[in-house]
């Protein structure tokens, strides 16, 4: 079954780092781009940052670039998002999700597997 | 970037059709995709590249595209179907851009 398990969301301070986890089960995970969204509490779902397959290239939402870090270790099956100057308006749950295809393997760029999330809250 | 607007809130009874539209700011339009999101739940895509349905997703559900604006139709309404909808798409860099949402209350 194809999965994805994101990790190490949790209570921290304004200004303090976090760093969450996603890994991947069931699916060849160094073919496919994954990316991260999340969603504030009541609110919708807003894209955070997206990383190739190889790693070699990413790409970050204006709300987070500068501060954020999106890396990958196909070797282990796993994704990592660096959190750092993190601010109350990071509270959500963070998705992770596997860039989706179409009936050929061609890729594009949506998300057809998700993760159930991890909550990251940013207060004193 | 793009802008994706939908309507917060449709309405509509069982068996009925509802449509959901999202439209692209600026021009062009990319291709769309469209989430269901059910409360506690993550979101799973009901269309992918404006109209293609990925295999599971049932047949009651489906996308369209005229110009700068693309529509989730869902016909006969189920009460399971009362979720949370959202389109999304992407530019060539790869910036991808959700709309706002739509919530869908079957009546």
């Known amino acids: 079954e194809l999965q994805l398990v994101e990790s190490g969301g949790g209570l921290v301070q304004p200004g303090r780092s976090l760093r969450l986890s996603c890994a991947a089960f069931?699916?060849?995970?160094?073919?496919?781009?994954i990316h991260w969204v999340r969603q504030a509490p009541g609110k919708g779902l807003e894209w955070v940052s997206s990383?190739?397959?190889?790693?070699?290239?990413?790409v970050y939402a204006g709300s987070v670039q500068g501060r954020f870090t999106l890396s990958r270790d196909n070797a282990k099956n796993s994704l990592y998002l660096q959190m750092n100057s993190l601010r109350t308006e990071d509270t959500a749950v963070y998705f992770c999700?596997?860039?989706?295809?179409?009936?050929?393997?061609?890729?594009?760029?949506?998300?057809?597997?998700w993760g159930t999330g991890t909550t990251v809250t940013v207060s004193s | 970037s793009y802008e994706l607007t939908q309507p917060p809130s449709v309405s509509v009874s069982p068996g009925q059709t509802a449509r959901i539209t999202c439209s692209a700011d600026?021009?062009?339009?990319?291709?769309a995709f469209w989430y269901q999101q059910r409360p506690g739940q993550s979101p799973v895509v009901l269309i992918y590249?404006?109209?293609e349905r990925p295999s599971g997703i049932p047949e009651r559900f489906s996308g369209s595209s005229s110009g700068t604006t693309v529509t989730l139709t869902i016909s006969g309404v189920q009460a399971e179907d009362e979720a949370d909808y959202y389109c999304?798409?992407?530019?060539?860099?790869?910036?991808?851009?959700f709309g706002g949402g739509t919530k869908l209350t079957v009546l």
């Open positions: 999700a596997k860039q989706g295809t179409n009936s050929w393997g061609d890729q594009f760029y949506y998300m057809d597997v």
């Open positions: 069931g699916f060849t995970f160094d073919d496919y781009a």
């Open positions: 990383i190739s397959w190889s790693g070699g290239s990413t």
């Open positions: 600026p021009l062009p339009k990319q291709y």
């Open positions: 590249k404006d109209t």
């Open positions: 999304q798409t992407a530019d060539r860099t790869g910036t991808i851009v």
